[in-house]
């Protein structure tokens, strides 16, 4: 399986889920999106909830975020099963 955020393999096992419109958004039974465990974390790391419904809605918006770029010219590099613990950006705090 490709991870559909980076684009790399994701191993057996770290496959992770994301909701393209988040759950407390609504977003239940909507699209989702397989994604490494790393990048799922990034990406709510860096929004919140309701931003990530407003605005982050699909795959092609979360790649256009500068700091999504940033995440992912980080992560191209390494291998399918790294891991890493993620901090909260402070903006979204």
Known sequence: MICELC???IP???VSEHHLKP???GGRKGAKAS???ICHKQIHALFSE???SVFYNTIGSLKKHPDV??????IEDKPPEFDVKIR??????
């Open 7 to 9: 684009e790399r393999r």
């Open 12 to 14: 057996e096992g770290l």
């Open 23 to 25: 759950v407390s958004c």
């Open 35 to 37: 994604l490494h465990t």
């Open 50 to 52: 309701s931003t990530l």
């Open 69 to 74: 770029q940033r995440f992912l010219k980080w």
């Open 88 to 93: 909260v950006s402070r903006r979204k705090r």
